[in-house]
């Protein structure tokens, strides 16, 4: 019945550690997003997939690196984890590019 | 960096209207109005939006002034279960939503 769902809800690491969040959303979207929330409570988009292709990219670290193996799946793996790094991360999806954004539940990731 | 401004709190009686501003001074053509809720730290709830139009659904109603600089977010029966941080975005055709600091309501008994 969840419509977008993310793995794990909480995830706690070591500095330089590698690790990976899951996201998959089972409405027949075409678009799917990742999103940060920081300590501020801000959201940023930080990536954008449409048809499993790469379309919006913002400033960041290329330690981060989405992977989409499908239309209804977007992970992000981010490599040598850094304390800034701790945040609460949302997956979000869409019918088409530019419609409206459903939320998953958010991944709670904190780097020791 | 966000396109909206939010007064950054306010209070509401249960069983009362909400009324939520938001400036959009620069909002371009082709950017619609959307808002969000985000109850404690659970993920954005999409509650309404629209481009010109006034939009109503079973949540809530949405007014665009006719400049299209401000909007207003009514909520016509504040309950309890609506305290939460609303945001008020801009997205434009790329879907890329610019978040603002929101606005903190506590709807209080």
Known sequence: DTAVSQTPKYLVTQMGNDKSIKCEQNLGHDTMYWYKQDSKKFLKIMF??????????????????PKSPDKAHLNLHIN???LGDS????CA??????????????????VL | DAKTTQPPS???????????PCNHSTIS????????????????????????NNETNE???LIITEDRKS?????????????????CTLTDSWGKLQFGAGTQVVVTP
């Open chain 2, 29 to 52: 053509g082709n950017e619609y109005v959307y808002w969000y809720r985000q109850i404690h730290s659970q993920g954005p709830q999409y509650i309404i939006h629209g481009l010109k």
């Open chain 1, 87 to 90: 945040a609460v991360y949302f």
């Open chain 2, 59 to 61: 949540m809530a109603s």
């Open chain 2, 71 to 87: 909007s207003t977010l009514i909520l016509p029966h504040a309950t309890l279960r609506d305290t939460a941080v609303y945001y």
């Open chain 2, 10 to 20: 306010m209070d509401c009686a249960e069983g009362r209207a909400a009324n939520l």
């Open chain 1, 93 to 110: 999806s869409s019918q088409a590019l530019g419609d409206t954004q459903y939320f998953g539940p958010g991944t709670r990731l904190t």
């Open chain 1, 48 to 65: 954008s997939y449409n048809n499993k292709e790469l379309i919006i990219n913002e400033t960041v670290p290329n330690r981060f690196s």
């Open chain 1, 80 to 82: 040598s984890l850094e």
